[in-house]
């Protein structure tokens, strides 16, 4: 190199996901909401019998989904809530009946 001038680059690789970087939140309330969108939420259908069935004997919310099993060759559909696990059998969604939690 001219006059004795030796220049020396260390260079870093670095995969970067496709698309605008996203910036990092502003304040507290846009960090809550930009973690919360990173979830999967858990949807709840506030028309469905075993939820109607809960809010009405005070079982508190959903923990789960609702989830299919089968006992004795029918099809049931269960759902657990703070205070108890809700079920039916499918089909008869006038017939819900609920057994407590394990503690």
Same mark, same amino acid.
């Given at each position: ?5 030796? @220049?020396? *680059?260390?260079?870093? !690789?670095?995969?970067?996901?496709? $698309? ?16 919360? #969108? #990173?979830?999967? &939420?858990?949807?709840?259908?506030? /028309?469905?019998?075993?939820? %109607? !069935?809960?809010? /009405? ?5 959903? /923990?789960?989904?609702?989830?299919? *099993? ?10 657990? *809530?703070?205070?108890?696990? =809700?079920? =039916? %059998? %499918? $089909?008869? &969604?006038?017939? @819900? %009946? &609920?057994? #407590?939690?394990?503690?």
């Amino acid at each position: 190199m001219p006059e004795k001038h030796h @220049v020396n *680059f260390l260079l870093t !690789f670095a995969r970067q996901a496709s $698309g605008t970087p996203t910036p990092p939140p502003a304040n507290l309330e846009q960090a809550v909401l930009a973690e919360a #969108k #990173k979830r999967a &939420w858990m949807p709840i259908n506030d /028309q469905a019998a075993l939820y %109607k !069935f809960a809010q /009405q004997n005070n079982l508190g919310y959903p /923990q789960t989904d609702e989830y299919e *099993f089968t006992s004795n060759n029918e099809g049931y559909i269960g759902q657990v *809530f703070n205070l108890g696990i =809700v079920y =039916v %059998k %499918k $089909g008869d &969604w006038g017939n @819900v %009946k &609920w057994v #407590k939690k394990p503690s």
